[in-house]
């Protein structure tokens, strides 16, 4: 644990030097770009921890073990505030690049469900009492919520019109990134996995 | 075996209506709610006529918050009555839920049916298509019927009274509202009715009424 905690540190100051000295403004964003570096990586996590909070509360329900349990919860939580900063982070890049801080992009709607998937699954979470029956109740709702994962991903996008830029690997099957900026927002991504692990693994119940 | 278990899911629907027939509140209280959201949004506007997204949107709304009135009942009034213990002993959880299961969509579908013509005449709407309109409305109330079912059973384990029921159900029937309010805006006179979304709304309504049977066992 404590190799990992120099790795991140370590990982963190060197993704912030990258991002404020080294990364060049992009074309049509400016500075605002920067933005994205810390974006994304939230992003990432929110979706990440969703799919950890139900494959943990599906290992609950087939061994009955509460560790399962703890983790699948402490996921959730981790994911709320995730999902919250890569909200208020993409806001203000949304803002400063579009002149709007909410416009119904299909990644914005996405974010949206998933902060309200969260917050009903932690209210779910602080409704039950019972050990037990609150792991077995809530790895339920976890798994059921996943349901919507495919209508989220394949058809609200066809519903809204999108101002988003495109994903990392775009439709092309090619990367639309300058190296440096890609090898900053992997470099990102990575040091968000590796925060997402130490957080995850350092709780109380470890 | 496999027509034992009709038998059961037959006999819970069958009970759920005549509960429902005998104790006629908990309908005329869902219908009643349905009618004044209409009432009320029909007051605000004071005749002013919407564009066909908004009527849509509007209109979909009130069907939620009806649903929403009267879903969480098919549990809660077996546990306020003290008679889960005696259905859990009677019946397999397959046999419950897909009982309580029919009996909500036909309860949500027929509720659906008898508010649209009153938000209709109210609201003035014009819809293209009645047949399709009706299927709309239809595959929406199974889809809200069929997460709502599971969601139910869930929330009566929570202590927090009826809120948790809206909580709960709004993000993962959010796909079918959307696709439900797109679907009936396109009815209204806002572009051409695509059918692969009603497509999309019957598979929402498959993927939830299975996923929902694969892990009811697990609340039961």
């Known amino acids: 644990m404590k190799l990992l905690n120099w790795g991140i540190g370590i990982l963190t100051v060197i993704l912030i030097y990258l991002v404020m000295f080294v990364v060049p ?12 570096f810390f974006h994304v990586p939230m992003a990432w996590l929110a979706v990440v921890a969703f799919f950890m909070n139900a494959y943990w509360g599906a290992m609950y329900l087939k061994a009955k073990d509460m560790r399962k349990d703890y983790l699948s919860g402490k996921s959730a939580q981790l994911g709320m505030v995730f999902v919250l900063l890569a909200c208020a ?20 709607t996405t974010i949206l469900v998933l902060i309200l998937i969260y917050g009903a699954y932690l209210t779910l979470r602080s409704a039950i009492n019972d050990e037990q029956k609150r792991a077995r109740i809530t790895a339920v709702y976890s798994l059921f919520s996943c349901l919507t ?29 300058e190296p440096v900026m890609l090898m900053t927002l992997l470099l990102g991504v990575l040091d968000a996995t590796l925060l997402y692990v130490r957080l995850l693994l350092g709780g109380k119940n470890e | 075996m496999k027509s034992s278990s009709s038998n059961k899911i037959m006999q819970i629907f069958q009970k759920e ?3 429902a027939l005998r104790n006629k509140s908990s309908f005329l209280t869902c219908l009643m ?4 959201v209409i009432a009320c949004v029909s007051f605000a506007l004071q005749g002013n006529v919407l564009e066909a997204k908004m009527q849509a949107s509007i209109f979909w709304i009130a069907l939620f918050f009806t649903f929403m009135s009267c879903g969480e009942g098919i549990f809660a009034d077996e546990v306020k009555a003290g008679t889960i213990l005696a259905l859990r002993i009677y019946g397999d959880g397959q046999s419950v839920l897909w009982g309580k299961m029919l009996y909500n969509a036909v309860f949500l579908s027929v509720m ?14 014009d819809i293209n298509n009645l047949f399709l309109f009706a299927l709309v409305l239809i595959a929406g109330a199974i889809g809200v019927a069929s997460s709502g079912t599971l969601v139910a059973s869930l929330s009566v384990s929570a202590n927090s009274g009826k809120g948790i029921f809206a909580i709960l159900m709004l993000p993962v029937i959010l796909p079918v509202l959307l696709l439900s309010v797109l679907l009936t805006s396109q009815l209204m006179g806002a572009g051409d009715f695509e059918m692969q979304y009603l497509g999309a ?16 066992d697990y609340v039961w």
């Open chain 1, 89 to 108: 982070s993409g806001a203000v890049f949304s803002k400063l690049t579009w002149g709007a801080y909410w416009n119904w992009d299909p990644r914005q």
């Open chain 2, 17 to 19: 209506i005549k509960c």
């Open chain 1, 149 to 177: 994962v495919p209508f989220l991903v394949f058809i609200i996008p066809r519903l809204y019109f999108s101002l988003h830029p495109s994903p990392l690997i775009n439709s092309g099957g090619s990367v639309d990134m």
């Open chain 2, 112 to 125: 659906a049916v008898v508010l649209a013509p009153l938000y209709i005449m109210f609201m003035d709407c």
């Open chain 1, 25 to 36: 403004p992009a074309k049509g964003m400016g500075e605002a770009v920067r933005i994205v």
């Open chain 2, 33 to 36: 709610f349905g009618v004044t």
């Open chain 2, 201 to 216: 709304v019957i598979f929402y309504d498959v993927i939830s009424a299975v996923g929902a049977s694969v892990l009811f």
